[in-house]
């Protein structure tokens, strides 16, 4: 193993902490003694190395008068041990490897850096649980308890660089033997420890059950309990290494009084009365937790600190204040968007986020979709968007919009306007479920034929969403079905029921983020009508980003002599993805969707079409920046050759 740039292993990240917080598992005999600080920068003499500095400061004093050491170029050989987690950990322990390109030496440093390391190795060894192991460091085959090691460094050529190897007799493993909590703990704190006499002596499990106890026990409703790291005693003799916990458990105790700062325009009533905790209830930091990430929720506050008293109380309860830094108030946002079909999406929107100082809010959007294949003028969207949290209850909301759009499309022109008012209710983390009354008015121009509609609907939707993150989900499903039962007012009366279900699920596959299977699957229908005695913008359409890639948005399906959309009743959708990230925050996806659209007639019924492509992802902070190109795998007559998606955020 030689010296270069890696990346640490979890192994190795936990050793470097462990040396920076300077606390080790000491060899020491059959002595009790808990993790002993080490000072890594400290240089402790042995007689043998007592003697070898001093001659090496007599050979500097004498070689070069006052003049600074040369630097030594040199080259770092690590021995592998055959367990390649405690490679990685003295690979990245090593300051001879770290620093020997940004900090180069001169024979003494060199020396030096060397017998730091040596301390270093043992460390690492330790903390790997082998408290027998030895170390051999050699600089061009010279010990470092050479008394001529220095005068033979400072009198070797530049090149080649010095060979530095470490070589290492790793020993027996040891392992744990009595496993002890010292004093009273609750039975669930005391299994929480995890730690089984016989398993390997690793200070990583050691350490990482130190924190589990002190967790279960502030869990368990002791707040100010601490466990410091246990005491340690290793017995030679046998190869093993007690290890004695000693928590202070602390007093019980509740939740106390509960106080609010930092809050600006927020009204602290609706914060206490949306509280999911309150005074008397038993006080466990998960709970407290629990408490702070919703609030945060809420879109008002930029941090939330969740502050708990230094002492509990004469009518045992600590008390707790939340920490609040509010949000500015007003936000401005800007997009843009481009597909071949769609042309150049632009959008502008204002938002207050805490209209009456309840968390209310104001959304104002403004948006035009200018040129694209699928387009044939210039369309507009503006949006009016008022959300109430907790409305009546505790997580429910009311959202009232109002939505004026103009679009002309191939397959009809539209102008409308669209009133909601709809409930949206949180039933679990990732239940959620919204009723509503939803009314249009809107003008429609298709194929030469205008007619006026007035719809009023009532829109009913279930979703599930275990992602965690809209933009770039890599696990979970995503799930929603939805029922709108709908009447169209004129001088013909047309009662219809659009319903939909959608799904999404993500795998995965090498479990660290990178490369991600994508499924997406879409089914729905309008049973009992035909497709004329729906209005054009109410039917089904395929083709477009949603759907199927590479097909022109809306052009799958059903459709007039001369070739526009007609739209159909039916609708079946699905889609296969593979993302994988490249290199730093680029990443590439392959990508196979297919889809059919019918009228009449049942969801699988249609001709299916498929389209195939690759993409490009950057990844941000706030989401990927999305590049698609796609191309149709049976390209209809008249349609285009491929497409291309530009986009923030992942396609689904």
């Known amino acids: ?27 020491l ?44 170029p040199y080259d770092v050989t690590l021995t592998p041990t055959g367990n390649s987690a405690l490679d990685t950990a003295l690979h990245d322990s090593s300051s001879l490897i770290s620093l020997r390109e940004s900090a180069p030496v001169g024979a003494f440093a060199l020396t030096e850096r060397a017998r730091q390391d040596e301390q270093r190795f043992r460390t690492v060894l330790n903390s790997f649980g082998y408290y027998k192991a030895t170390v051999t460091l050699t600089v061009n085959g010279h010990a470092l308890d050479d008394p001529n090691l ?30 002890d909590i010292s004093g009273t703990v609750p039975e669930n704190s005391r299994k929480s420890l995890a730690l089984a006499s016989g398993q390997p002596a690793l200070a990583a499990d050691v350490l990482a059950a130190q924190g ?39 007093p019980k105790a509740d939740i106390g009084p509960i106080d609010f700062s930092g809050l600006k325009r927020m009204n602290a009533d609706f914060i206490r009365e949306r509280l999911t905790i309150h005074q008397g209830q038993l006080y466990q930091p998960s709970a407290v937790e629990a408490a702070r990430t919703d609030l945060l929720s809420l879109g008002v506050f930029s941090t939330v600190r969740a502050v708990p008293g230094t002492a509990v109380n004469a009518d045992g309860q600590l008390p707790l204040t939340f920490d609040f830094t509010e949000r500015p108030r007003h936000l401005v946002d800007m997009g843009i968007s ?3 079909d769609l042309g150049v999406g632009y959008s502008v929107g204002w938002h207050d986020r805490n209209l009456f100082g309840n968390a209310e809010q104001l959304n104002l959007t403004a948006a035009a979709q200018l040129g694209g294949t699928a387009v044939t003028k210039p369309g507009y969207n503006f949006l009016a968007q008022f959300i109430k949290p907790d409305f009546l209850r505790r997580d429910q909301g009311l959202e009232v919009s109002l939505n004026a759009l103009k679009q002309s499309l191939k397959a009809y022109d539209q102008t409308a306007l669209i009133e909601r008012v709809q409930i949206n209710r949180r039933l679990t983390t990732f239940w959620t479920v ?37 933009f770039n989900p890599t696990h979970g499903i995503k799930a929603s079905v939805y029922v709108r039962p709908t009447e169209s007012l004129g001088s013909k009366n047309t009662a219809f029921v659009i319903m939909q279900a959608t799904g999404s699920t993500y795998f995965d596959l090498l479990g660290n983020g990178n490369t991600i299977l994508a499924l997406r699957g879409l089914v729905g229908g309008i049973p009992g009508v035909s497709t004329f005695e729906i209005p054009p913008d109410q039917r089904f359409y395929a083709g477009g980003t949603a ?38 925050n680029f990443g590439a996806v392959v990508f196979l969707d297919t889809g059919q659209v019918t009228a009449p007639g049942q969801p699988f019924s249609g001709s299916w079409h498929a389209g195939a492509g690759a993409g490009a992802r950057y990844y941000t902070p706030i989401g990927p920046i999305r590049l698609d190109v796609a191309v149709p795998l049976n390209k209809l007559p008249g ?14």
């Open 547 to 584: 759907t199927v890639r590479g097909y022109r948005f809306q052009s799958l399906g059903p459709q007039f002599p001369d070739g526009n959309p007609t739209g159909g009743t039916s609708i079946t959708a699905g889609t296969v993805e593979l993302r994988q990230k490249v290199w730093g």
């Open 639 to 652: 349609g285009d050759s491929f497409a291309v998606y530009v986009g923030l955020g992942q396609a689904f």
């Open 338 to 340: 481009y597909s071949t």
């Open 434 to 470: 919204s009723v509503g009354v939803e009314g249009i008015q809107e003008r429609i121009e298709q194929e030469g034929v205008s007619r006026t509609y007035n719809l009023v609907g009532v829109p009913l939707t279930v979703s599930y969403d275990s992602t965690g993150n809209p």
């Open 212 to 250: 589990r106890l002190q967790g279960a026990l502030r869990e368990d409703g002791y707040p100010l309990a601490q466990v410091p790291v246990p005491v340690a005693t290793l017995r030679l003799d046998r190869n093993q290494l007690d290890v004695d916990f000693q928590p202070d458990v602390g």
């Open 1 to 27: 193993m030689t010296g270069s740039a890696r990346r640490p292993g979890p192994a190795a990240a936990f050793c470097r902490k462990m040396l920076a917080a300077r606390a080790v598992l000491l060899p």
């Open 29 to 72: 005999s059959a002595t009790p003694l808990a993790l002993t600080p080490l000072v890594p920068t400290s240089l402790v003499l042995t007689p043998l190395a007592a003697t070898s500095l001093t001659a090496a400061l007599a050979v500097a004093l004498t070689a070069g008068g006052a003049r600074a050491a040369d630097p030594q």
């Open 150 to 179: 220095y005068a033979q460094i400072d009198s070797m050529p530049a090149q080649p660089p010095a060979a530095v190897v470490a070589r290492f007799d790793l020993g027996p493993q040891f392992t744990l033997g009595r496993v």
